[in-house]
C-alpha cells in the first residue's frame, strides 16, 4: 500500500535555529511531492512542491524541502525559524499516474520557542 | 492566484437538520474538487473526489447517501450532511485543481467547522 510517513508528532526549535520536518514516501513511480502548512481553523496553505528537476526546492516564507530519491524522502527545511511558523505541516504526495488524490503525512506540528 | 472559498467557516445546528457547505474556486477554473474531514489533532481524511458534470467518487467508507455532493459548474461545489447527527460535528475542507495537471498544487479552502447540538 502506498503511505507518506512525518515520523515526529511535533518538532521544537528555537527561534533562529534551523528546522527540519521530515517525510519519506512509499509511492510507485515518480511521484509529485507538496508540502502544506495549517494555522488554527484555517485551511491548508501551499509552501512548495517537487516535480522534478533541482532536489533542493524553495518555496514560500523562506521554506525549502530536499528531495532525496534513493531515500525517498522530501525534508521541509529552514535555516531561520521564527516564532510565527509555529503551525501544523503536512507532507502529500501525488501518485504520477491515476486521480489527482493525494497522500496525506498524518501532520507534524512544529513549535518555534522564543 | 487560485483562491478556494469555502462558506460558511462555522455552521451550529440541531441535530437531523441538513447542512450544506459550498465551495468555490474564485479565480480558477476546477475541473476536480475534493472534500475532505478532520478530527482534532489528526490528518485530513479525503472523503470523495468531485468531478464537474459527473457524479462524485466516494472514498470507502464514506456514506454517500449522507454526504451529498454536487459539483454542478467549474467553479462551485457543494457539500450536503444530510440529517446531521453530533458524529458527524467535524472540520470539513474542500480544496481544487485546476485543469492545468496533476503537478499543480491543490489549493485549499479555509474550512467549515461543523457543529451538531
Known amino acids: 500500500a502506498q503511505s507518506v510517513a512525518q515520523p515526529e508528532d511535533q518538532v521544537n526549535v528555537a527561534e533562529g535555529n534551523p528546522l527540519t520536518v521530515k517525510c519519506t514516501y512509499s509511492?510507485?513511480?515518480?511521484?509529485?511531492l507538496f508540502w502544506y502548512v495549517q494555522y488554527p481553523n484555517r485551511g491548508l496553505q501551499f509552501l512548495l512542491k517537487y516535480i522534478t528537476g533541482d532536489n533542493l526546492v524553495k518555496g514560500s516564507y523562506g521554506f525549502e524541502a530536499e528531495f532525496n530519491k534513493s531515500q525517498t524522502s522530501f525534508h521541509l527545511k529552514k535555516p531561520s525559524a521564527l516564532v510565527s511558523d509555529s503551525a501544523l505541516y503536512f507532507c502529500a504526495v501525488s501518485p504520477a499516474s491515476g486521480t489527482y488524490k493525494y497522500i496525506f503525512g498524518t501532520g507534524t506540528r512544529l513549535k518555534v520557542l522564543a | 492566484g487560485a483562491v478556494v472559498s469555502q462558506h460558511p467557516s462555522w455552521v451550529i445546528c440541531k441535530s437531523g437538520t441538513s447542512v450544506k457547505i459550498e465551495c468555490r474556486s474564485l479565480d480558477f477554473q476546477a475541473t476536480t474538487m475534493f472534500w475532505y474531514r478532520q478530527f482534532p489533532k489528526q490528518s485530513l481524511m479525503l472523503m470523495a473526489t468531485s468531478n464537474e458534470g459527473s457524479k462524485a467518487t466516494y472514498e470507502q467508507g464514506v456514506e454517500k447517501d449522507k454526504f451529498l455532493i454536487n459539483h454542478a459548474s467549474l467553479t462551485l461545489s457543494t457539500l450536503t450532511v444530510t440529517s446531521a447527527h453530533p458524529e458527524d460535528s467535524s472540520f470539513y475542507i474542500c480544496?481544487?485543481?485546476?485543469?492545468?495537471?496533476?503537478?499543480?498544487?491543490?489549493?485549499f479552502g479555509d474550512g467549515t467547522r461543523l457543529s451538531i447540538l
Open positions: 480544496s481544487a485543481s485546476d485543469r492545468k495537471g496533476r503537478n499543480q498544487p491543490q489549493h
Open positions: 509511492v510507485s513511480g515518480n511521484p509529485y
